[in-house]
């Protein structure tokens, strides 16, 4: 009995743990994103190529090229997007982007873009941590339980 109740709280404290991680980076996330909202630049972005990359997850597959001018430089980068996003642009459609004067890399293709993510990624994060949480809690009282029941 003793090793089932190691093992369940290792796993107890593995998925705490990463639920945490989860929660923490998308906490740091939502920082980057209100920043980008509160002191991003606008830019015209013109995208260059589309494609799908045929096996990948239908989050990742719809990709596409795009640049635009930070005022100093032309960056380019790619990403994936959305498939109705994907499905609405062709080469030389132009974009509205938000990006940091800072960091050009960071920056939104479409609003909501990065805060959206983060959102999503707090939310699994919590709920991993609560099922870690609650492994840890249960496996507690019916360890309670057990040891009342042998004493008696």
């Not at 991003?40 to 635009?68: C, D, L, M, P």
């Not at 983060?118 to 339980?145: D, E």
Request: proline share 4%; glycine share 10%.
């Amino acid at each position: 009995m003793k090793i089932r109740s190691l093992i369940i709280t290792l796993i107890s404290a593995a998925t705490i743990v990463l639920g945490g991680w989860l929660a923490v980076t998308a906490v740091l996330q939502l920082n980057e994103a209100s920043g980008l909202q509160r002191n991003g630049v606008t830019a015209q972005a013109t995208v260059t190529q589309k494609w799908i990359v045929a096996g990948e997850s239908r989050n990742n597959s719809h990709k596409i090229r795009y640049s635009f001018s930070t005022g100093a430089q032309q960056v380019t980068f790619e990403r994936p997007v959305p498939v109705p996003l994907h499905r609405v642009v062709n080469n030389g459609s132009v974009l509205e982007v938000t990006f940091s004067p800072d960091n050009p890399a960071l920056h939104e293709i479409f609003p909501g873009q990065l805060s959206g993510a983060a959102q999503s990624k707090l939310t699994g994060g919590l709920i991993i941590c609560g099922i870690g949480l609650f492994l840890f809690f249960i496996s507690g009282a019916l360890s309670l339980f057990r040891r009342k029941k042998t004493d008696v």
